[in-house]
């Protein structure tokens, strides 16, 4: 059920555009997530068979994944254009030598000549429904350029704009993603996508609940919590043996061509 209610959008360089910001709830937010430890390598893993050794990851806030991007000897940028989560990422997250954390959009990235076609891999978690239409565009573009040949856009995104609602609203959510339109747009921007899959269909109808009926604007940190112990490990032995019609989130993995 988890989904990031502070994220900021990857729009223009932190210089000149510090970005949109969801509205913060005391009882939801980043810190909270970061104790979501089971959902947090549930994402890992679905996207782990697709990373390489070099990897960008987009939108990455206080780091509550960038240590498992450091597995395996995994070489990361870790980038978000809001200075003040850079600065608590820093804080939480150890320095490490295979670790670069930056201010800076990924449309700057992408301008700088060493790191046009340099990475294996740019993820994301949560981050791409908060990017305006249009500029949408711009970062898959961007990452276009940053990819190596054969390289993968690897991101987690919610889905189903049939449940788009209240908490969706307060968290500053543009959209929600159908597996149509995340195939549309990668593919008009050079990838070939390898993999649209729904997963967590548990959460598609307690988003649905809370956001669409109770009019809800948070989760609350017990209820979430609660899904990280008792519903992730269910999802993470039993959804991969079932057909995905829908669910809370979609997973999908772009090659570029």
Not at 90 to 118: M, W, Y
Not at 153 to 166: D, E, F, L, T
Request: glycine share 6%; net charge positive; with cysteine.
């Amino acid at each position: 059920m988890p989904e990031p209610p502070q994220k900021t959008t990857p729009v223009s360089g932190a210089s000149t555009a510090p970005g949109v910001r969801a509205s913060a709830h005391e009882d939801y937010s980043l810190e909270t997530l970061a104790e979501t430890v089971q959902y947090n390598e549930w994402i890992y893993e679905l996207m782990r068979p697709w990373l390489g050794m070099n990897v960008l990851e987009l939108g990455a806030g206080i780091g509550n994944l960038t240590p498992f991007f450091l597995r395996e000897d995994r070489k990361l940028l870790s980038i978000d254009i809001d200075a003040d989560l850079v600065r608590r990422h820093k804080e939480r997250i150890p320095t490490h030598p295979r670790l670069n954390v930056e201010c800076v959009s990924l449309q700057d990235v992408a301008r700088r000549p060493s790191s046009i076609g340099s990475f294996d891999s740019i993820v994301s978690s949560n981050v791409l429904e908060h990017i305006p239409d249009g500029i949408d565009r711009e970062v898959v573009q961007a990452m276009h350029i940053l990819l190596k040949d054969g390289g993968h856009a690897i991101h987690w995104v919610p889905a189903s704009n049939a449940i788009y609602g209240s908490i969706d609203e307060s968290f500053g959510h543009h959209r929600r993603y159908s597996r149509s339109l995340a195939t549309t747009l990668f593919a008009s921007h050079g990838f070939r996508v390898l993999r649209c899959e729904y997963w967590n269909m548990p959460g598609f109808f307690a988003w649905w609940f809370r956001g669409r009926i109770l009019r809800r604007r948070s989760l609350g940190k017990a209820s979430t919590l609660a899904f990280d112990r008792y519903i992730v490990p269910m999802l993470r032995r039993v959804e991969p043996l079932l057909p995905r019609p829908f669910g809370q989130s979609l997973l999908i993995v772009a090659q570029k061509a």
